[in-house]
């Protein structure tokens, strides 16, 4: 995949959606999330979405009013909340007739051989029954010692397990700037060749709010971890998804290695069928 105007014809993609984007006031944005989503698989793309937002979700439910620091509670959090996020999901792809599948792993699911192969054959039948997989970190049984880190890393890691042709990260941000876009001389970052080191670029750390973690380091290395594997990268903001899936110029385009590597995660690079 050479170009975002490549996007609608894709084969299989990976979209990921942060906690922020679709959850509290923020949850609304689940319909045109959906609506997007709904008409990338009506073109016959296979469409997984990576959906952080458990935790958010549940705390309401809990009595919450910020993100719980012990692991206990946000274990009972992300329980409650996992279950009424993927109804959300499947109520507002009701109208479209597509069925969502709920897929949870660990960090431990992609480095064990055996459960790497069985998430990948269960990921491969989901889509060709042209289920919609939802794909979250199971944050019910992870740990803070073994866990992705991020669901940015995770969308990377699920794209090269399921050989998708591009991965699409969304967030609050329409695209990836020099430096973080509220301070002077900020410029917007179209496209990344791959091979580029960014260097001269501040990203900034990796953000935790209230209801999550992550931020536009995260993004960029996930992006390059893609990119590395043979898939291409769009980054950009969930207001923008329709346009993004569409083929508009928006976001910043990370172009894909010509020759793909193996990450350790997730083993030998498939050949796209």
């Not at 109520?91 to 069925?99: D, G, I, K, N, S």
């Not at 979250?136 to 992705?148: C, G, K, L, P």
């Not at 973690?213 to 923008?240: C, F, N, P």
Request: charged share 20%; aromatic share 4%; glycine share 8%.
């Amino acid at each position: 995949m050479s170009s975002r105007a490549d996007l609608p014809a894709a084969r299989r993609l990976v979209v990921k959606v942060g906690s922020s984007s679709i959850s509290g006031d923020n949850a609304a944005n689940i319909q045109p999330l959906v609506e997007a989503l709904a008409a990338a698989h009506g073109r016959g793309t296979e469409v997984v979405l990576v959906s952080s937002g458990a935790i958010a979700t549940g705390m309401p439910f809990l009595a919450l009013d910020a993100r719980p620091s012990d692991l206990a509670t946000q274990q009972a959090a992300a329980a409650v909340g996992q279950n009424i996020l993927v109804y959300r999901y499947q109520e507002a792809l009701r109208p479209f007739t597509v069925v969502a599948g709920q897929v949870l792993l660990t960090a431990g699911d992609l480095e064990n051989p055996t459960h790497r192969s069985n998430a990948r054959r269960a990921m491969e039948r989901l889509l060709g029954l042209r289920i919609l997989p939802i794909v979250n970190e199971n944050d019910t049984v992870a740990t803070h010692e073994i866990r992705f880190g991020d669901n940015d890393r995770l969308a990377a890691l699920v794209a090269q397990l399921i050989s998708a042709d591009a991965l699409v990260l969304l967030s609050d941000i329409a695209c990836l700037y020099t430096r973080p876009p509220d301070e002077p001389g900020a410029r917007p970052i179209a496209e990344v060749p791959y091979g580029d080191d960014l260097s001269g670029y501040e990203f900034g750390s990796v953000v935790v709010n209230s209801v999550g973690t992550g931020g536009a380091a995260t993004k960029v290395s996930a992006a390059r971890l893609a990119a590395a594997a043979g898939v291409a990268v769009l980054v950009t903001s969930i207001d923008l998804v329709d346009s993004a899936l569409g083929g508009g110029e928006v976001g910043t385009w990370f172009a894909p290695n010509p020759h793909p590597v193996e990450h350790p995660l997730t083993g030998p690079v498939l050949t796209r069928r």
